[in-house]
Structure formats: structure tokens, C-alpha cells
């Protein structure tokens, strides 16, 4: 090999040794660069928008630790000052509203407000209907401020537990009627009536009847029996009539019909029966008895 080609070998061995090749830079760059820094600026512009909306609506929304404006979170329970729209059902154990102020429930159409046990059985409700009030109960009462009963309802009866109870028109019972005294408004007259059975009349301590402006009329289609089972019958009036009573007629022999008598009184206004001939004369100490 020549010379010359030796040098020309050496001299392509020393270009290659010194060749560097050009470094590329690592990252982002173009369009792309531009898109990336915009994407992330748009997510700064809604996270800031949500943190300005968030505070907001807690401004606005009065939200606390104790709860959420008019709504607050207390230990005896949840209390709003003011009104309070519910959507659908409400459980509550106890509504009380604030001192020196009503409680209104309101609802567009009925308010239903029932009881359960702890199986979820209904044991009483109360419903507002339109033009309607429905109470389902076993027993309903109403007390006083003072916790005294005013008006009790059951199965079985039903009791006023107040001094006088009025009634302006007419009244129908289907059963009996327990009450101390019975009386009429004033200058009207008391109907006491019964279309279609008897009407009685009883008490332990006895029956008074009294009219001060009027009389006293009883009327019926069948017997008007007076019973006293341990003291008197007093009928105190200026007049006492007793009309339509079978008159006894003996024949001439003076024959005595079985279950005819004299009826009789004593100036102290006691009736007897007495022997169907004869005086009218008591015997004993009839006349002497008490009134």
C-alpha cells in the first residue's frame, strides 16, 4: 500500500473520531406547549370559580356549625326560626313552637298526622280534609291548661267533664245519658221525647221535676209508672189532677169487686188506697210518716 493511500486512511479515521452528533431537547414545545398551558389555565379559572361559588352559597346559605340559617342543630333536637317547607313525610317525636307564638301547619290540600307502635302499626291518626276533621283513635280527650279532662270519648261512653253543657238545637241519643240536672233554656219550654220506645226517668238519690214558669206535661200511648224503691213520691202543686179514673160501682147486695179501692189523702198530701166501702180512714201511722 502506498504512501499516499496510507494517508488518506489516516486522515478518514481522524474526520470520524471528531464527529459529534446534535443533542435534542427533552419536553413540550410547538402547539403543544401552548395547549398544555392553556388547559391548565382554564381548570385554574373553574376551580377558582367553584371556590368563589362555594363561599357564596355558604354566605348566602348561612351554613355554621350549628347548622344552616334559619335551621339549627341543637342537643334537644333541630330548631327553625321561622317557616319550613317539608317535601315529603316528616318523623318527629315532639313540634313545639316558640314562646308567645302560634304553630301553624299548613298544606295545600289535607294534613294527616298519624301514631305507630313500634311494629309500624297505626294506632291513631288525625286528618284535616276539606271541610272535614276525622280523628281514629280507641279514646279521644281534650284538658285544660290545668290538665283537667273537658271532653272524653270511647267506645263506650262519652263524658263533659265541665259544669254546664249547651245545646242550641236539637239533640238525639242513641243510648242513655248520665247528667245531674236536665233543664230547658230560658222563657222556652224542655222536650223530653221518645218516637218510638219509653223514656226513663232514674237516680240513686232520687228524680225532681221542677217548673217554675210552667207546667209540667207528660203524655205517652201506654202506662206512666212512678216507682220509689226506699222513700216517697211528693207531688207539690196548688192543683193536682187525676182525671179519666175508673169509678167504682157496687150493685144494691153490696158486693165488692177484688182490686177496687178508695183513694184517699191525708192533710199532709200522702195518696192511700182504702177499703172500697166506707170512710176514708187510715189506719196505722200512715198519715204520720214522713213526706
Known amino acids: 500500500m502506498t504512501k499516499n493511500k496510507r494517508e488518506e486512511m489516516g486522515c478518514g479515521r481522524s474526520s470520524t473520531a471528531e464527529y459529534t452528533p446534535v443533542s435534542q431537547p427533552v419536553g413540550i414545545y410547538g402547539w403543544r406547549k401552548r395547549c ?24 348566602v346559605m348561612n351554613f355554621s356549625i350549628d347548622g344552616m340559617g334559619q335551621l339549627k342543630i341543637t342537643p334537644s333536637g333541630v330548631k327553625v326560626a321561622g317557616e319550613a317547607e317539608f317535601v315529603k313525610s316528616v318523623y318527629v317525636e315532639d313540634i313545639m313552637s316558640k314562646e308567645n307564638e302560634p304553630l301553624f301547619i299548613e298544606a295545600a290540600r289535607d294534613v294527616h298526622i298519624q301514631a305507630r307502635d313500634e311494629n309500624n302499626k297505626e294506632t291513631a291518626s288525625f286528618s284535616l ?57 230560658q222563657s222556652e219550654s224542655l ?46 202543686s196548688a192543683d193536682i189532677f187525676l182525671k179519666n179514673l175508673k169509678l167504682s160501682r157496687p150493685t144494691g147486695a153490696g158486693r165488692e169487686y177484688p182490686g177496687v179501692h178508695q183513694l184517699c189523702m191525708c192533710p199532709s198530701g200522702r195518696i192511700f188506697l182504702a177499703a172500697p166501702s166506707g170512710d176514708c180512714r187510715a189506719t196505722g201511722d200512715i198519715c204520720k210518716s214522713k213526706r
Open 36 to 59: 398544555l398551558y392553556a388547559f391548565i389555565l382554564f381548570l385554574m379559572v373553574v376551580m377558582i370559580m367553584n371556590l368563589a361559588l362555594t363561599i357564596w352559597i355558604l354566605r
Open 129 to 185: 280534609e276539606k271541610n272535614k276533621a276525622t280523628v281514629t283513635c280507641d279514646s279521644f280527650e281534650i284538658k285544660d291548661n290545668n290538665g283537667a279532662s273537658r271532653l272524653l270519648v270511647d267506645k263506650d261512653e262519652v263524658i263533659f267533664g265541665v259544669d254546664e253543657v249547651v245545646y242550641s238545637g236539637k239533640a238525639t241519643f242513641d243510648g242513655s245519658v248520665e247528667t245531674p240536672s236536665l233543664r230547658g233554656p
Open 191 to 236: 222536650v223530653v221525647e221518645s218516637e218510638s220506645s219509653a223514656v226513663k226517668l232514674s237516680a240513686p238519690g232520687g228524680v225532681f221535676l221542677h217548673a217554675p214558669a210552667g207546667n209540667i206535661d207528660i203524655n205517652t200511648a201506654d202506662d206512666i209508672r212512678l216507682h220509689s224503691k226506699y222513700g216517697s213520691i211528693l207531688l207539690d
